[in-house]
């Protein structure tokens, strides 16, 4: 549902509830009971599971992360123009959906990840309004990077499968899929945001497609 | 003189109203804080408004012409 049409849902449930703030002896009749219930209970509810829907599925798109003035630079690492550059290449080459493009590498493919990466947003939000900011070039993940929120697509995939580096050493593969090889360790995809470096690089473009607009 | 069902309907109904209010802010304001409010303060006045319509129910007063 567009984001207009929950708005205006819920606008009018606000009439209605001010209706029975300001005349609640409407209740006494039986059309009243049920207005009542339906402004209420019913309404009030609705309304806040879509809005929070809403607000779930607008907070994975790549504007809601780089609308913080902090997650610029990390946005700038979107548009570097080299393939060598790990997040930069998954997102001009749609490896991972524009409009999603932070949620699909830092979210959690495991049980609860979606809920997981939701509470680690907030404490991005406590650390940006509340403590001091960090430089962006020392922020830090929480955890190691997991593969398995590479393996998620790269599983199976012939590239990852039967590729050269992945497969010059019997070990390495199954290192990789136990997740006891990083997939950015070091020697490997290192090269990932590298923010502290964005001013000697090239960028694709200066500004970041249409394609992510929010709805 | 209002009843108490009134009052609580009234109080009720303005915590409903406030946290109605609250979510079409944050609906239209696209920043992580939104999200934030949406959840904490929106949530919160509407589940207590909602929480307190049940309590005022379950608590009535039996007798004929009142509200509800």
């Not at chain 1, 950015?184 to 690089?201: F, P």
């Not at chain 2, 109080?11 to 239209?28: D, M, N």
Request: charged share 15%; aromatic share 8%; net charge neutral.
């Amino acid at each position: 549902m567009p984001t207009i049409a929950i708005v205006v849902l819920v606008l009018f449930s606000a009439v209605l509830a001010g209706v029975l703030v300001l005349r609640p002896t409407i209740t006494i009749r039986p059309e009243g009971k049920i207005l009542a219930f339906g402004v209420l209970f019913f309404l009030p509810l609705f309304c806040l599971l879509i809005g929070m829907d809403n607000e779930m599925e607008r907070s994975k798109s790549t504007t809601f992360c780089l609308s913080c003035h902090i997650m610029e630079p990390y946005g700038k690492s979107l548009l570097v123009d080299d393939p060598m550059h790990l997040a930069a290449a998954h997102y001009q080459n749609h490896r991972v959906p524009a409009d999603e493009a932070c949620y699909t590498c830092h979210t959690n493919y495991a049980m609860f990840g979606t809920l997981k990466a939701k509470l680690g947003g907030l404490r991005h939000v406590y650390v940006y309004y509340l403590k001091a900011q960090p430089r962006p070039e020392d922020i830090k993940l929480h955890e190691p990077f997991n593969n398995r929120e590479c393996l998620h697509c790269h599983l199976g995939a012939r590239s990852f499968e039967e590729g050269a580096t992945h497969n010059a050493d019997p070990a390495t593969l199954p290192a990789i899929k136990a997740n006891t090889l990083s997939c950015v360790s070091s020697g490997c995809h290192d090269v990932v945001h590298n923010v502290g470096q964005l001013d000697k690089v090239k960028l694709w473009k200066e500004v970041m497609p249409n394609s992510d607009q929010q709805n | 003189m209002t009843s108490k069902i009134e009052q609580r309907l009234r109080i009720s109904g303005t915590l409903i109203l406030l946290g109605l209010l609250v979510e079409a802010i944050c609906l239209l304001w696209s920043r992580p804080i939104a999200f934030v409010v949406f959840v904490s303060l929106g949530g919160l006045l509407t589940g207590v408004g909602v929480l307190l319509f049940l309590y005022s129910l379950v608590t009535i007063d039996q007798a004929p012409k009142e509200p509800l």
